[in-house]
């Protein structure tokens, strides 16, 4: 079946430096979303992503579907102690019925 | 973010016990999802309702039982659980189209369930 894996699976990085979470699909996805987690909480909606090779920011975050559509990255710059979580993607296979699998999550945690 | 409230945030059951969790989404979505997330595990998909039909049922134990009497309510029935499934529940919902899961997913708070 579809697998969805993320890298690293933790990261801890001093407060100002850049971050950088990959996703990667065993298929080839429709579409691929993303997800916050704060320590305690539940999945948060960050964005989504479906054109090849599209490319969204908000703020310090970008996001980026590759070309294949197969994988994504969520970067971070300039990191502060509130982007502490775990970061999630979620695909969406393409052809057949559509389902979403959700990543391994790679979990951020932020040095002051 | 009360689009999806879900009672209650905490049960302590023993093995031998049922009981039920709930879950209630206020944002007009016909599809709704329960979903396990274990420590060190990615999340797990549980049952998925659209249009208050079941439509996927990744394998899960017949000691979860779901129900869903309307688009809005979600239900899961547990009994005689195993220590393992002390988890977090999460129950979600979005907006599907025609032909498969096609939204964003609003997640709930969660259940913290403690099976012991």
């Known amino acids: 079946g579809q697998q969805v894996m993320q890298i690293p699976q933790y990261q801890h990085v001093q407060e100002g430096e850049d971050f950088t979470t990959y996703c990667n699909s065993s298929?080839?996805?429709?579409?691929i979303q993303w997800y916050k987690q704060r320590p305690g909480g539940h999945p948060v909606f960050l964005i989504q992503?479906?054109?090849?090779?599209e490319v969204k920011k908000q703020k310090r975050l970008t996001f980026q579907f590759g070309e294949a559509k197969k994988n994504s990255s969520l970067h971070i710059t300039a990191t502060q102690t509130t982007d502490v979580g775990t970061y999630f993607c979620?695909?969406?296979?393409?052809?057949?019925?559509?389902?979403?699998?959700f990543g391994t999550g790679t979990k951020l945690q932020v040095i002051p | 973010e009360t689009g999806v409230t879900q009672t209650p945030r905490h049960l302590v059951m023993g093995m031998t016990n049922k009981k039920s969790l709930k879950c209630e989404q206020h944002?007009?979505?016909?599809?709704m999802y329960w979903y396990k997330q274990s420590a060190k595990k990615p999340l797990e998909l549980m049952f998925v309702?659209?249009?208050?039909?079941?439509?996927e049922n990744n394998s899960v134990p017949s000691r979860f039982s779901p129900e869903c009497p309307n688009s809005s309510h979600l239900f899961l029935h547990l009994h005689t659980l195993q220590p393992e499934d002390s988890a977090l529940y999460l129950c979600?919902?979005?907006?599907?189209?025609?032909?498969?899961?096609?939204?964003?997913?609003?997640f709930g708070p969660g259940t913290r369930l403690t099976v012991l």
């Open positions: 979600a919902s979005s907006q599907d189209g025609d032909v498969g899961f096609t939204d964003t997913q609003y």
């Open positions: 979620a695909g969406m296979n393409s052809g057949g019925y559509q389902k979403v699998t």
């Open positions: 992503l479906v054109k090849s090779g």
């Open positions: 298929t080839t996805l429709s579409n």
């Open positions: 309702y659209s249009l208050e039909e079941r439509v």
């Open positions: 944002l007009g979505h016909n599809a």
